[in-house]
Antibody, heavy 119, light 107 residues
Framework: QVQLVQSGAEVKKPGASVKVSCEAS????????IHWVRQAPGQGLEWVGR????????NYAQKFQGRVTMTRDTSINTAYMELSRLRSDDTAVYYC????????????WGQGTLVTVSS | DIQMTQSPSSLSASVGDRVTITCRAS??????LAWYQQKPGKVPKLLIY???TLQSGVPSRFSGSGSGTDFTLTISSLQPEDVATYYC?????????FGPGTKVDIK
């Protein structure tokens, strides 16, 4: 079955960077986009961006352009999201999710990674 | 970018009630609209796509409608297990923006 396993919680200081990983199993990693969605405490879902694991091509939400970098390592079926110049309002649970391939519908989700930004 | 809005932001209804949530896009998105359900402490779950098609395994009391800019999610008979926050999401093109969510609970 499709499974996405994310790295553990992180605590970072303002201005630092964080890199979250998402290891995929149960399907052909290069066949489906991986999306990243975040959720601040008590808040709604926010789409951050996506990566095509086959080509490495990315789309980012404008809000994160210049601060987010999504990469992948196909040898270990893992996608990464790095967010730089962290601020306190970046404190959130970051989810990776796999889409359907032909449509960007998110049908499989990782367990989430809490990133806390605090001085 | 296209903005997504939802109303109401929260609602409280009795078991068995019919519940309707509205989602609006700032520009037309045809029927490229999905609904997700997020129960407390859980990851989101895809409920409906192309505005009105139920994902496999979703109870038939859920339905979706709409096209263009205005969409609705209806729960025909609210059940205790439907307590959740519901999000719409556009997916015609990136960015795949979510609506702000509608929190549903039991009166």
């Amino acid at each position: 079955q499709v499974q996405l396993v994310q790295s553990g919680a992180e605590v970072k200081k303002p201005g630092a960077s964080v890199k979250v990983s998402c290891e995929a199993s149960g399907y052909t990693f290069t066949g489906y986009y991986i999306h990243w969605v975040r959720q601040a405490p008590g808040q709604g879902l926010e789409w951050v961006g996506r990566i095509n694991p086959n080509s490495g091509g990315t789309n980012y939400a404008q809000k994160f352009q210049g601060r987010v970098t999504m990469t992948r390592d196909t040898s270990i079926n893992t996608a990464y999201m790095e967010l730089s110049r962290l601020r306190s309002d970046d404190t959130a649970v970051y989810y990776c999710a796999r889409d359907w391939g032909e449509d960007p519908l998110l049908s499989a989700w990782g367990q989430g990674t809490l990133v806390t930004v605090s001085s | 970018d296209i903005q997504m809005t939802q109303s109401p932001s929260s609602l409280s209804a009795s078991v068995g009630d019919r519940v309707t949530i509205t989602c609006r896009a700032s520009q037309g998105i045809s029927n490229y609209l999905a609904w997700y359900q997020q129960k407390p402490g859980k990851v989101p779950k895809l409920l409906i796509y192309v505005a009105s098609t139920l994902q496999s395994g979703v109870p038939s009391r859920f339905s979706g409608s709409g096209s263009g800019t205005d969409f609705t999610l209806t729960i025909s008979s609210l059940q205790p297990e439907d307590v959740a926050t519901y999000y719409c999401q556009k997916y015609n093109s990136a960015p795949f923006t979510f609506g702000p969510g509608t929190k549903v609970d039991i009166k």
